[in-house]
């Protein structure tokens, strides 16, 4: 007859609580250009968007900030608005996700934000 291993579980170490202080200051923003990488993830933005509107011409994306963290901005003609927008956020929602997706197979991060 075998005898089982026996198992010792162990609790994890308990974590000192963060001590009160002021916050760091965030690292400033450096101004950089949009890059190629930057330019394809606008136009994957810009194509989606025009085929959820009634007035594709009036598409915009910018970039606001290019690099690794990127944020796109959507300008759309208001009556299209709700198109982009979609029944509880679904449709803006999906487009951050397929955006979100593409940025990460480049390795970055990337954000969708939609003016109104």
Do not use: C, W, Y
């Not at 001590?19 to 136009?43: F, H, I, K, N």
């Not at 910018?62 to 979609?86: S, W």
């Amino acid at each position: 007859m075998e005898r089982a291993e026996t198992v010792v579980h162990t609790r994890p170490a308990e974590v000192a609580p963060l001590s009160p202080g002021p916050a760091p200051a965030p690292a400033p923003r450096v101004a950089r250009a949009a890059g190629q990488e930057d330019q394809r993830l606008r136009e994957l933005v810009v194509m989606m968007a025009r085929g959820l509107v009634d007035r594709p011409d009036d598409v915009e994306v910018e970039v606001l900030e290019p690099g690794e963290d990127a944020v796109f901005e959507l300008h759309v003609h208001p009556d299209d608005l709700g198109h982009v927008i979609g029944k509880q956020g679904r449709t803006a929602r999906s487009m951050r996700l397929a955006l979100g997706a593409a940025a990460s197979r480049v390795g970055r991060n990337a954000d969708l934000e939609i003016a109104d």
